[in-house]
């Protein structure tokens, strides 16, 4: 269902999340989720609280698909006394097995939690196999 991605991809989107612009340590913008089957159904559940439906964009390319968020930072001159929310642009990397079908990912934003559906593609679901031929015997061959 769902694989796990590039170490070196994630090494580095690490890297990058950890180097705020000014050059001190950032906290780091974190995309939880959740995933599960249920039925021909696969869900995944990210906790994106405090950013805009407008804001995210979820794109989808082969069996990998990206959502990206944005907490947008504060427009204030106050003194700042604690920052344990990130802020800025945020993003999750999924790496999908070929038994989905990302042509029919559906996404709802509610509440602070996005939600994607991707069904079961058609050819990994389960089926049977009708056994052919006849119910005679086998015929003999004439040589």
């Known amino acids: 269902m769902l694989m796990r991605t590039d170490p070196f991809r994630e090494l580095d989107r690490l890297t990058q999340q950890l180097l705020a612009p ?6 780091l913008a974190a995309m939880p989720m959740d995933a599960w089957r249920d039925g021909d159904s696969f869900h995944v559940e ?8 407008d804001s995210i964009d979820i794109d989808a390319e082969s069996n990998v698909v990206t959502i990206k968020a944005e907490r947008p930072t504060r427009a204030s001159d106050a003194e700042l006394l604690a920052s344990e ?10 790496v999908l097995g070929d038994n989905l ?5 559906e996404a709802a934003y509610e509440n602070g939690v996005l939600t994607l559906t991707i069904p079961i593609a058609q050819q990994a679901k389960p089926r049977k196999i009708e056994i052919g031929g006849s119910t005679e015997g086998q015929k003999a061959i004439d040589a």
């Open 85 to 94: 929310r990130p802020r800025g642009v945020f993003s999750r990397q999924l």
């Open 46 to 53: 990210f906790d994106l609280p405090g950013v805009t439906r």
């Open 101 to 105: 079908d990302t042509e029919r990912i």
């Open 22 to 27: 000014q050059g001190r340590l950032a906290q």
